[in-house]
């Protein structure tokens, strides 16, 4: 996921801590929660989640799908913004 943080799945016991050799790891898949803890850690926040395709279906019913349940688009998009630094 980063080569930074491991985040992602919070039933990981070293989820939080950072990577003992950056830039030796290899990528991972994003998913929408790792996506949103990695933006996160980097000091964003997430506006919004936008899914598209949604494999078998064609088109239209999958424009549809992924409207009804993004986080299992083929596609994810999301709207960050710098978080606003507390005082």
């Known amino acids: 996921m980063s080569n930074e943080v491991i985040v992602g799945n919070s039933l ?8 003992a050799s950056r830039g030796e790891v290899h990528l991972r898949i994003f998913t929408p ?11 964003f926040d997430v506006e919004q989640l936008i899914g598209v395709g949604y494999y078998p279906f064609p088109g ?18 999301m709207k960050v ?7």
């Not at 929660?33 to 000091?43: I, T």
């Not at 913004?81 to 005082?87: E, G, H, Q, V």
């Open 12 to 19: 990981d016991p070293k989820c939080g801590m950072l990577h």
């Open 60 to 77: 239209p019913l999958a424009s549809v799908l992924s409207r009804l349940d993004r986080i299992h688009s083929v596609y994810l998009t």
């Open 33 to 43: 929660e790792s996506l949103r803890e990695l933006f996160s850690y980097h000091g």
């Open 81 to 87: 913004r710098k978080a606003a630094k507390m005082i």
